[in-house]
């Protein structure tokens, strides 16, 4: 079994005093998608903010490519090829779609799907009719569509996804799984954070539960959808 691209072993993360994981552990392999599954508060996006670095304090290993990267700043990360897409989108309102795309941009990558904004606007047409529309003038979904597309342009191995299907209308839910699909055959690996268990079934490989910043599950999409224990313990609201 080839080495995994993102791998994850007892990872601790804090605010303030407050623990907020104990002892995570994940792996995401190469052209995988991977959910990271929990209810509001379980952890989810906390643990991808300590996998990029951006928690100040954290204890455990994070290895990316081959490399532990645990005490890397977070712009250090992403130069090696991590991309990260926040839930809360963060698009750049003064700014054009072009010119959002263009704070994302990297150089090409040896092994890592290449983007360029026809490549992005082929996979959003929504954004392909409105580069030059400020990103303060765009809807929750196209900010995040936005979102995505600056990311990619830094022609990441791995994207951290959170909570992409989060207070957007359905159409755009359906769109989003697409694209993770898209993205899966362009050989992307991508780990996703996601309280939807249909919507991480359409799209994910396998999966993990959080609970109360602790690993519950982990196996295959279809061995969660099967396990009510799980699903009612840990996901039902």
């Given at each position: 079994m080839?080495?995994?691209?993102?791998?994850?072993?007892g990872l601790n993360a804090f605010y303030g005093r407050a623990q907020i994981l104990?002892?995570?552990?994940?792996?995401?392999?190469?052209?995988?998608?991977?959910a990271l599954m929990g209810r509001n508060g379980a952890g989810k996006s906390?643990?991808?903010?300590?996998?990029?670095?951006l928690l100040p304090r954290r204890h455990g290993e994070v290895t990316f490519r081959g490399q532990n990267i645990s005490a890397l700043a977070p712009y250090r990360v992403a130069r090696m090829g991590m991309g990260f897409v926040p839930e809360d989108r963060r698009v750049f309102a003064d700014l054009t779609v072009m010119e959002n795309l263009d704070t994302g941009r990297q150089?090409?990558?040896?092994?890592?799907?290449?983007?360029?904004p026809d490549k992005l606007f082929r996979l959003f047409p929504n954004l392909g009719e409105m580069p030059r529309r400020p990103g303060g003038q765009m809807s929750g979904g196209e900010q995040q569509?936005?979102?995505?597309?600056?990311?990619?342009?830094?022609?990441?191995y791995l994207v951290l996804l959170d909570e992409p299907s989060e207070g957007v209308a359905p159409v755009i839910v359906e769109q989003m799984a697409n694209m993770i699909l898209e993205l899966k055959r362009e050989g992307l690996s991508i780990l996703l954070s996601e309280q939807n268990l249909h919507f991480a079934g359409l799209v994910s490989d396998r999966a993990y539960v959080l609970e109360k910043g602790q690993i519950r599950f982990?196996?295959?999409?279809g061995e969660l959808a099967q396990n009510e224990t799980v699903r009612r313990a840990?996901?039902?609201v």
């Open positions: 080839s080495e995994p691209l993102l791998k994850v072993c104990f002892d995570v552990d994940l792996e995401v392999g190469r052209g995988e998608v991977v906390t643990t991808m903010k300590a996998v990029m670095g150089p090409p990558r040896e092994g890592a799907p290449q983007w360029t569509m936005l979102t995505v597309s600056r990311t990619l342009m830094g022609n990441p982990s196996g295959t999409i840990y996901l039902s």
